[in-house]
């Protein structure tokens, strides 16, 4: 048997990368972790979800203090934003979290930590080079497994190499807010950072190729989310195709199309481009470990498997689910096949998302257009926070919740658009991977007045149909002799 520098290397510290080193550490595994970057914690922490939300935090303070004398409150004078303030603040928050995700604290499990640049150069053995560029180092590992993440798409617009434009790794770390931002996109990040950026001060113009921002939504879901974008100020133009980008002087002018009017312009000062993520494979020499891939990402299997059995691929960079939770997830299931020894597959049926806009939109489960893909019978239930006493207290009665449930009465999706729909989804995360009864949640006390009862309310409806029939009234006027209405 071959004797192994280590017996699990792990290319990669974003969520995925960081579960399996701490888990396989503490195991008694001889790990060995790999980051490319200077600091470890991957884009959630550096570029994504932490930064992202931190400048939805601030825009939406900024929103509330403009909208006080919707609450009777008198109006504040405003100043206009400094963001270089916003942004020495995000990074403060990126700095306190950062010891989580430090070498010493995963050196102290017991995993051996090491920075550079990683690629194959056979199906057991990483050419680890430093990354200042000097000679490389190789190591072995029984095992390894591929969390390299991903970097913002960059798509083949005429003149988009010609100017500079704004990412979501760099967009949260500019020292002035543009007066004009266009915004190239209409997925979760362009839409949160577009609200969040007109929000705090610019004049914002989006994008969007198809007829509905947020498109893998149920359009009437998005669309709450758009009316709200709009109402903002945000010009939303869909249904756009985009012909070029050229620069005259300090200003960045995108030339698009409509069906209506099939040459437009709109000038501004900088350009955001959220057009996705690309796996980033290409430097990693996959071909001489002999791993498939594309463009797309690596294949894997249900047990994370590349098609080289002991090397395998977690995270972004399989192009699946781009969500640091579903990253953790997989790295769980790749410490139970790789680790372990024992067989277990993943399955995202029940993985929840969230796009952090105001308001909030929250999934789970299929929704309409993944239930119609999948040619399964369903039907829709749907309660409004505009019934909801705490929604109207917070004056955002907004939204709704939609369930889906199949032909045998399972709930088999939820969809939440609305105030704090990210917390609201959370419930349903129990309920449905639980497999808890509608008649528990419409049975459970909820405090009131919380928005948690829209979910109750939603059971209760359900029930309600079987409880108030009218054969449950002709069964009780039949045993007890009740007189009320038939």
Known sequence: MAEYDFDLIIIGSGAAGLTIASGAAQLGVKVLLIEKEKQMGGDCLHYGCVPSKTLIKCAKVRHQMSKAESYGLP????????FSKISAHIKSVIETIQPHDSPERFESLGAVVRFGIASFTDAHTIALAPQDGGTPEHISGKIIVIAAGSTPSAPPFKG??????????????????????TVIGGGPIAVEMAQSLHRLGSQVTLLQRSANILSKEDADMAEVVEQSLREDGINVITNSSIEEITKDGDQISVHYGTKEHPAQKVTSDNLLVALGRTPSVHALNLENAGVEFSKKGIPVDEKMRTNVPHIYAVGDITG?????????????????????KMPRKADYTLIPWVTYCDPELASIGYNEKRAKDAEIEYTVRTEEFASNDRALAENQPEGKLKLLQ???????????????AGELINEWVAILGGKVKLSTLAGAIHPYPTLGEINKKVAGSILSEKVFSPFTRKVLRTLFKYRGKA
């Not at 109006?75 to 400094?82: G, S």
């Not at 988009?160 to 931002?181: G, H, I, M, R």
């Open 75 to 82: 109006a504040p004078k405003l100043d206009p934003v400094d």
């Open 160 to 181: 988009l190499d010609q100017v500079e434009y704004l990412t979501n790794e760099t967009v949260f770390f500019q020292q002035s807010l543009p007066p004009k931002l």
């Open 320 to 340: 699946k689910y781009q969500f640091t939770h579903a990253a953790g997830y997989e790295g769980g299931i790749v410490i139970a096949n790789a680790v372990f």
């Open 406 to 420: 199949d032909n045998k009465g399972r709930v088999i999706g939820v969809q939440i658009v609305g105030i704090h």
